[in-house]
């Protein structure tokens, strides 16, 4: 009985004896591997360990400091200066964000227990004016600075290479050959540059006028004046006291003289600023002006550059899908009105030229020219001295019209100097995706059969529909409300520099009338029933009625005289 008893009780004290050996020996395994596995972390990363709220995952942050010479570091804290670009990468499927506004980052998407996010801390020039404004890159666009006499080189974005408390704008260019590396400073040959890019950056302008005109009264003066403008991430919004986002109607909401609104230009991509064609789109081989008019989509035939021929004679539908379908990785598409608007506004700023943009007066639509007077009159049929216009061959200056890249050339660009924006003002009327809506609300696709833009639509001025191409998501055009006269500018959207700008009044030049805007007398012709599209800054015969601020209607067909410009949006 005592044997069968003995017998009984050793295989469980044999089995405590033996569990308690696997424990111990699990435990040391796992202490060691855990004390070799941060002793491995430690190796690679100055890492800071922390554990998510009533979550059962660790999380552990490594930080990667940047240099000017381009060498890395590791820290255990987040640096102070603000002057970095911050990218995060993270295992386990994780993800991360960079709160600027907060200097701090957002890990989403925590799954997994030992999450490891790697911060790079990359040094950037910014300039503290534009409040974070700053322009933003994506490969393959690449950033530059132009010398006065036209040269390109790669910038170095850890050193200054804009400033517009100066006027110096950012440019930016893309490639022909993209596998070609530049390096800091190095020239970029003119024929590696496909097309020229210049930031706009976000910001918010002081309202001084409504735009609620609804005749033609007489021209003022005393309105021009700087526009006053304050950069930074910020939108209005519509509540008492504030200035609400502007609908396609125009005013809406709380607005008043005197409020600052954001511009509605910044709104319908939400990014922090926008890159504008430096010039008017070129037709890529063109060797004459007519070999430039084409009413094709052909995004390979795109070029923005100077001292090449303006791609005219194109409906507004093939202009867009050019532009669309130029890079679709930066969100390339046809300017609207309101983003001219934004131009527009920053030019006539302190961080602009505040002065009447000079005419590119090449009659042979090339891009980047200037007259070498200011025009003292309007529109004339011949070509007298108070309005010379002459044709050139390309990259070569004529005797009345002179190339971008010179001290007359600097009066044609929104900053007086080679940074900015050129043909602003003349060289080919640039439509716009900015349209008018029938009385049910819907664009209008043109005058008449004979004359459309080429999208799809009905005819604002009677019966009738245009087939072909759709219009493109609502973000890519701006609407106007249906109206039957040219001078009823109080449909205008704040910010797209039409109604504003007033009052508005007629001018007389030899036998015929103009009507003009008030500020520089540039021409203004409001979008109707008859002539529903816009279009901008006049042609290069225009004289004294062109400019930054004019503006025409068309029905949106090809025209020998009507050109475009390629806007990118992305954050």
């Known amino acids: 009985m005592k044997l069968e008893k ?12 033996i569990g308690s050996i696997v424990l111990f020996i699990l435990i040391t395994v796992i202490v060691v591997y855990r004390s070799f596995a941060l002793f491995e972390e430690k190796q690679e990363f100055d890492v800071i360990k922390g554990s998510v709220p009533n979550q059962n995952y660790d999380l552990m942050l490594s930080f990667q400091v940047e240099d000017e010479n381009g060498n890395q570091t590791l820290s255990n804290t987040i640096p102070s200066d603000h002057n970095y670009e911050v990218s995060i990468i993270c295992n386990n499927g994780a993800s991360g964000l960079w709160n600027a506004e907060e200097w701090a980052p957002m890990i989403q998407n925590l799954t997994k227990t030992r ?25 393959g666009l690449i950033p530059v600075t132009i010398e006065n006499d036209g040269s390109v080189k790669k910038a170095n974005e850890q050193e200054e290479w804009y400033d517009y408390e100066t006027q110096k704008w950012a440019n930016a260019v893309i490639l022909e050959d993209e596998s070609i590396k530049y390096q800091n400073g190095e020239t970029i040959p003119e024929s590696n540059i496909e097309s020229y890019f210049v930031w706009i950056p976000k910001y918010r302008y002081k309202l001084w006028d409504l735009g609620n005109y609804e ?3 007489s021209i003022n003066s005393s309105k021009v004046h700087d526009i006053e403008i304050i950069f930074g991430e910020y939108d209005t919004v519509d509540k008492e006291g504030e200035c609400r986002i502007p609908g396609v109607s125009g005013l809406s909401g709380n607005c008043k003289e005197g409020d600052y609104m954001t511009h509605p230009a910044f709104q319908s991509f939400g990014t922090k600023g926008i890159w504008v064609g430096k010039f008017e789109v070129g037709y890529k081989g063109a060797t004459s002006t007519a070999g430039a008019q084409q009413n094709i989509q052909d995004r390979d035939k795109v070029e923005i550059k100077p001292n090449v021929y303006s791609w005219r004679s194109i409906n507004v539908s093939n202009a867009h899908l050019n532009s669309y379908n130029y890079k679709r990785e930066y969100d390339s598409h046809m300017m609207k009105n309101t983003e001219w608007g934004a131009v527009a506004y920053l030019q006539h700023s302190i961080y602009g030229s505040r002065a009447s943009v000079r005419i590119n007066n090449n009659s042979n639509f090339i891009t980047g020219y200037s007259a070498l007077n200011e025009p003292t009159c309007g529109y004339t049929a011949d070509n007298r001295d108070c309005n010379r216009h002459e044709g050139t061959d390309l990259n070569v200056d004529g005797t009345y019209t002179k190339r971008y890249n010179s001290e007359v050339g600097y009066l044609a660009s929104t900053t007086n100097n080679i940074s900015g924006i050129y043909d602003i ?3 080919a009327w640039e439509y716009t995706m900015g349209v008018m809506t029938n009385q049910n609300g819907q664009p209008c696709a043109g005058m008449n059969s004979s004359y459309t833009s080429g999208f799809t639509g009905p005819f604002c001025n009677g019966s009738g529909n245009a087939t072909g191409t759709s219009f493109p998501d609502q973000k890519y055009y701006d609407t106007y409300q249906y109206g039957t006269k040219d001078y009823h500018f109080a449909r205008g959207i704040l910010g797209d520099a039409t109604g504003e700008f007033g009052p508005f009044g007629k001018a007389t030049y030899g036998t015929q009338e103009r009507q003009n805007n008030s500020w520089y007398i540039d021409s203004a012709w409001f979008v109707n029933s008859e002539w529903p599209w816009f279009f901008r800054g006049c042609a290069r015969y225009d004289g004294l009625n062109a400019g930054m601020f004019a503006f025409g209607r068309t029905d949106g067909d090809a025209g020998p005289n009507g050109g475009y410009r390629i806007v990118l949006a992305f954050s």
Request: some cysteine; glycine content about 12%; hydrophobic content about 30%.
């Open 425 to 427: 003002s003349g060289g």
């Open 6 to 17: 003995f017998q009984e009780k050793k295989p469980k004290q044999k089995g405590i004896i």
């Open 115 to 139: 999450t490891k996010c790697t911060l790079l801390f990359t040094k950037k020039y910014k300039e503290s004016i534009l409040n974070g404004m700053d322009p933003v890159l994506k490969e």
């Open 215 to 217: 005749g033609l009264t």
